[in-house]
């Protein structure tokens, strides 16, 4: 089991910066492929990025490539997402997720790839 708990969400005005902690506790953090997630009302959950368990290897949805660099600290079991120049439209719940799965990243893009979840932090962006 992997036990997953998310932190750093919060309201700021467009075009600040959030970072976003996850911090894993349980099985070994280091050799799970983890990503964030995100869910907007109405709408699906989407994969915002996710980070191989031997980084440097990362991906991106196209709608954040080159503001929200994701990166993990496996010393201390934590996954990050360091989120700039936000936009309204990144208003949304952002979920911490795990996967096993000993699978390319790119594959790794849907919900029911990732085994663990943590509870959500709301993230809202004011204009």
């Known amino acids: 089991q992997v036990q997953l708990v998310e932190s750093g969400g919060g309201l700021v005005q467009a075009g600040g910066p959030l970072r976003l902690s996850c911090a894993a506790s349980?099985?070994?953090?280091?050799?799970?492929?983890m990503g964030w997630f995100r869910q907007a009302p109405g709408k699906e959950r989407e994969l915002v990025a996710n980070?191989?368990?031997?980084?440097?290897?990362?991906t991106y949805a196209d709608s954040v490539k080159g503001r929200f660099p994701i990166s993990r600290d496996n010393t201390i079991n934590t996954l990050y997402l360091q989120m700039n120049s936000l936009k309204t439209e990144d208003t949304a719940v952002y979920y911490c997720?795990?996967?096993?799965?000993?699978?390319?990243?790119?594959?790794?893009?849907?919900?029911?790839?990732?085994?663990?979840w943590g509870q959500g932090t709301q993230v809202i962006v004011s204009s």
């Open positions: 997720a795990a996967s096993a799965r000993n699978e390319f990243l790119v594959s790794l893009v849907t919900p029911t790839t990732y085994d663990y």
């Open positions: 349980g099985r070994v953090f280091s050799r799970h492929n």
């Open positions: 980070i191989g368990w031997r980084s440097p290897d990362t």
